[in-house]
């Protein structure tokens, strides 16, 4: 069981905004260890990539139509203007000091209809 | 571009060690604001942290699999390693490397290069 907890997917249409939540607790989001987001298309061995980092930032060459967001023990990813080439896995990461890791949450498939 | 490579045995026998390298390339492995770390992701499954590197050779590893694992570095080769002793099916997955670079903030780290991974079978 992962310390930070995804909903197992989430859907829409073309155009339309998605969330994603990454639910932690008092040791990971909540003790204000930074969240950092990854993408992961689809395919076997499709290594992750790097989508926002310190819990808000972009890294150089993703859309600004990306963008996160933490708040208590929970972080947000939120996608606008859904495109047919953002169907992929999204996992959020930070660290857990009752695990005394790094930790990746559950994962979460994107689906646009 | 920095891009990393793993390679090694795609099949391991149950109860041996798992041995993997990964090579840096178009960057240095002696940065001294980056770790060098692995992540192992099971068929169908979620990423698991299994542990990182500095290039002085301080370790940081998973809790859950500290007592079977082993991380090295190797700054003349611009490479790193990971063993896995004890194998069994569970450590079955896609395993990567990752350059994770540190932040100011506490354990503030993020891994922002990954190589293209390797599947690792533990099957007799």
């Known amino acids: 069981q992962s310390a930070l907890t995804q909903p197992p997917s989430v859907s829409g249409a073309p155009g339309q905004r998605v969330t994603i939540s990454c639910t932690g607790s008092?040791?990971?989001?909540?003790?204000?260890?930074?969240v950092h987001w990854y993408q992961q298309l689809p395919g076997t061995g499709t290594a992750p990539k790097l989508l926002i980092y310190d819990n808000t930032n972009r890294p150089s060459g993703v859309p600004e139509r990306f963008s996160g967001s933490k708040s208590g023990t929970s972080a947000s990813l939120a996608i606008t203007g859904l495109q047919a080439g953002d169907e992929a896995y999204y996992y959020c990461q930070s660290y857990d000091s009752t695990l005394s890791g790094y930790v990746f949450g559950t994962g979460t498939k994107v689906t646009v209809l | 571009q920095l891009q990393l490579q793993e390679s090694g045995p795609g099949l391991v026998k149950p109860s041996e060690t798992l041995s993997l390298t990964c090579v840096v390339s178009g960057g240095s492995i002696s940065s001294r604001s980056v770790y060098w770390g692995w992540i192992r992701q099971p068929p169908g499954k979620g990423l698991e942290w299994i542990g990182n590197i500095y290039y002085s050779g301080i370790t940081n590893y998973n809790p859950s699999l500290k007592s079977r694992v082993t991380v090295s570095i190797d700054t003349s080769k611009g490479q790193f390693s990971l063993k896995l002793s004890s194998v069994t099916a569970a450590d079955t997955a896609v395993y990567y490397c990752?350059?994770?670079?540190?932040?100011?903030?506490?354990?503030?780290?993020?891994?922002?290069?990954w190589g293209q991974g390797t599947l690792v079978t533990v099957s007799s």
């Open positions: 990752a350059r994770l670079t540190v932040t100011p903030r506490p354990w503030g780290v993020y891994f922002d290069h």
């Open positions: 008092s040791s990971n989001i909540g003790a204000g260890y930074d």
